[in-house]
């Protein structure tokens, strides 16, 4: 009975751990899309002359 418990303990750690560097990843990445999106934005702006 230990080794299920030991086992789901480890899987459940090890899926946590991939959760948490996944939503790291994805944090970045939409913060540099957030800049991007900016920069775009102020050079259209910039462009038209507003």
């Given at each position: 009975m230990m080794f299920w418990s030991t086992l789901?303990?480890?899987v459940f750690v090890v899926?946590?751990?991939?959760f948490a560097a996944v939503?790291?990843?994805v944090?970045?990445?939409g913060i540099g899309d957030i800049?991007?999106?900016f920069?775009?934005?102020d050079?259209?702006?910039?462009?038209n002359g507003d």
């Open positions: 789901w303990t480890v899926s946590m751990l991939v939503a790291v990843m944090t970045i990445g800049r991007a999106l920069r775009r934005m050079e259209r702006h910039e462009e």
